[in-house]
């Protein structure tokens, strides 16, 4: 009953608008921001500074025509990256890139990182597609080095940017309102409005319901080692269901020569955590109820032609609720509580039209409660400081940075635990890009970087595992690669690029569970070390027969990251679970007069579930294709866009973690009206 409210009230809401809309601006021209994509314009960028690497993106109606419901589906076409999915549309998504782990990988949302001091990992399922304007993956750091000290302190980052209000001549308001449903009970209404409040200041707000009961049949099938059918079954998925309600709101002004903006989130949701399918045996699982709320802000401003200024802010809280109710597992109800406080200082200094230099310090606060026995109660303060230069020649660009961080924590509980030690880092990065030609068709690039991730509050804190000793996981980066792009205007081709990087990565003191010798006695401790060697290859072509436009996107990826911690283990020299060998991805778009067909193909060759490489812990490869097909109507200066998508098409029968079925064959219906 509470979904179908939310269903009816953002429909009454539509048609009142439609209505409204028809009867007083019969005529007039209506900007359409579902159909036309305005790039963004940095009003405090110097002009001289170019991208050293570019990153993968996706953005506009290019990521509209993706078959992925949250922003972890759409990563899934991007090269080097491993999506770790435990199912359905309520299951837990992170990623993984270049095999380096997913605590190396910062997220940042309209410019600020989100974090998880808990445990490190960002949900990605948790943010929908359906506000966001742009995906940006970069490996090793973006090349603005106008930017915060946090936006250097990671192995790679995902930028995430919601859609800023732009309205056409006339126009003070869009409306936006959007209806899916489809397989496992799908039911996911959204409204996005904005609205011009004054001539430099914007408001844009969207809200978002889901819910689906998870429902999915599978097949369950397990071989014994000489090749003998264990199992083999065909089961409904339970407790795969998940009830979530997302809410934005956001304030955008400009001033003279320069912009701010303020942002506010909230989500919550109760979601069944559907359990590993084991000896045949098909257990309810877990359920988890989460809240998550934050506030931040940025001010940009270019006082002069030397100098520009960025200030950005941020406070977050969350909460989680883990509940265990089986009588044959241990009982847990437990209740976990994180804050954070975050405030950053950028700024650059144009030395000339070919040379920049950029100085930031950021001061972060994180804080963690819980309602376990002897708990840790622990308190980070990081302080970081950033100094980076680029230098940009006619056919060279070149930058550096140095960022330095330093850590104190702290536990309430002082009897018990003894808080980690105060930490001091330094991490060096450098980027080349050479261009041989006056028309930047050809771009050779490369770059090194040394940096670190923390161990998490559970690493250090968790109950009988922590470990308060533990030191920083590093990563050494070295990549180099070749870009080539160019415009053809052919009769048939319009566009082609491709673009290989070679890189290597090393991974040392990797940080790992191992046990103590006591039964049921496990600790944290650092131990591992992996060699990451990797080539990846995309391309793009588009091309038009008369008045249809095609599009294809492919990417290749091929991977060996081996464990090489100690030489007496088994399995020294095998490749680290879950990262397979061979990746690939297609995408390709069909337009013509409105319609919009597209498909999807996606290829994860085989692995293993285990640090040992045997027939046992092997992980077959898995496929699946994805199709849809959309029209664009236009009544009474009002879009009304169907889409029909069909997704894993022909019923594959897969899992992308070992003993977690992943859905068959299922489709999703969409309406959209946009005012």
């Known amino acids: 009953m509470k979904y179908l409210f939310c269903i009816g009230l953002i429909w009454s809401i539509a048609i009142l608008n439609v209505n409204a809309y028809s009867q007083a601006a019969m005529g007039d021209e209506v ?174 707000a969207n809200a978002e319901y889901t819910y689906a009961n998870g429902r999915y049949k599978f097949r369950y099938r397990r071989l014994q080692l000489n090749g003998d059918v264990a199992y083999d079954t065909t089961a409904t998925r339970q407790n795969g269901d998940v009830e979530a309600l997302r809410a934005e709101m956001g304030l955008y002004g400009r001033i003279q020569n320069g912009r701010w903006n303020l942002n506010g989130y909230f989500y919550t949701s109760e979601r069944g955590i559907p359990g590993a399918i084991v000896n045949n045996v098909f257990r309810r699982g877990e359920r988890q109820w989460d809240k998550s709320a934050f506030g931040q802000g940025a001010f940009e401003k270019k006082f002069s032609n030397s100098y520009s200024l960025k200030l950005s802010g941020k406070f977050a809280w969350d909460y989680s609720n883990y509940l265990r109710d089986d009588k044959k597992e241990l009982y847990l109800n437990n209740h976990y509580y994180q804050k954070e406080v975050y405030f950053s200082v950028a700024n650059l200094f144009s030395i000339n039209n070919w040379w920049t230099v950029s100085a930031s310090a950021d001061l972060q606060w994180n804080t963690m409660a819980a309602d376990l026995t002897d708990f840790a109660y622990p308190t980070r303060w990081t302080q970081l400081g950033a100094i980076a230069t680029a230098m940009n020649f006619k056919h060279v660009g070149l930058q550096a940075s140095l960022l330095g961080t330093f850590i104190q924590e702290s536990t309430r509980s002082r009897k018990i635990y003894t808080a980690g030690p105060n930490r001091h880092e330094f991490s060096p990065a450098a980027f080349i890009n050479y261009r041989p030609f006056d028309s930047d068709w050809l771009e050779i690039y490369g770059f090194f970087k040394k940096i670190f991730r923390m161990p998490t509050f559970n690493d250090l804190y968790y109950t009988e595992i922590g470990n308060a000793d533990l030191e920083p996981e590093y990563t050494y980066q070295y990549d180099i690669g070749i870009s080539i792009s160019r415009q053809l205007g052919h009769s048939f081709f319009d566009f082609v690029s491709i673009k290989t990087d070679a890189y290597y990565n090393l991974v040392k003191n990797k940080i790992i569970a191992y046990p103590t010798g006591k039964q049921f006695r496990w600790t944290m401790i650092n131990l591992g070390k992996v060699r990451i060697a990797g080539v990846e290859v995309s391309g793009d072509v588009a091309a038009h027969i008369e008045k249809v436009r095609m599009k294809l996107h492919t990417q290749y990826t091929f991977q060996r990251a081996r464990d090489y911690t100690d030489p007496a283990d088994s399995f020294y020299g095998d490749q680290i679970p879950y990262i397979p060998r061979h990746s690939i991805s297609v995408s390709y778009n069909a337009n013509y007069r409105g319609w919009d067909f597209n498909y999807s193909f996606i290829y994860t060759g085989e692995r293993y579930n285990e640090q040992e490489n045997n027939l046992y812990n092997f992980e077959p490869p898995w496929f699946t294709h994805d199709m849809s097909l959309s029209k664009e109507f236009t009544i009474n200066n009002v879009s009304l866009k169907l889409i029909g998508e069909l997704n894993n098409v022909f019923n594959q029968a897969y899992e992308v973690i070992h003993n977690y079925p992943m859905p068959g064959r299922n489709f999703r219906l969409t309406a959209k009206i946009s005012i």
């Open 31 to 204: 900007f359409l921001d579902s159909v036309l994509t305005i790039q963004e314009i940095n009003v405090v960028a110097n002009k001289h500074q170019k991208e050293i690497i570019k990153p993968q993106t996706l953005s506009g109606v290019e990521l509209e025509r993706l078959n992925s419901h949250s922003v972890a589906d759409a990563l899934r076409y991007f090269s080097g990256v491993q999506l770790k999915d435990y199912g359905g549309i309520g299951g837990i998504k992170t990623v993984n890139i270049r095999s380096m782990g997913t605590n190396h990988v910062g997220v940042f949302y309209n410019g600020i990182q989100l974090g998880n001091a808990q445990n490190g990992q960002v949900d990605l399922g948790r943010y929908s597609l359906e506000n966001v304007e742009e995906i940006s993956l970069y490996n090793g750091q973006k090349s603005n080095i106008f930017q915060s000290a946090k936006d250097f302190a990671s192995s790679s980052a995902i930028y995430i940017y919601t859609k800023r209000p732009t309205f056409g001549h006339g126009r003070n308001y869009n409306v936006m309102v959007q209806m899916k449903t489809g397989s496992f009970g799908l039911a996911n209404p959204s409204i996005i409005w904005s609205q011009r409040l004054t001539d430099n200041i914007s408001m844009s």
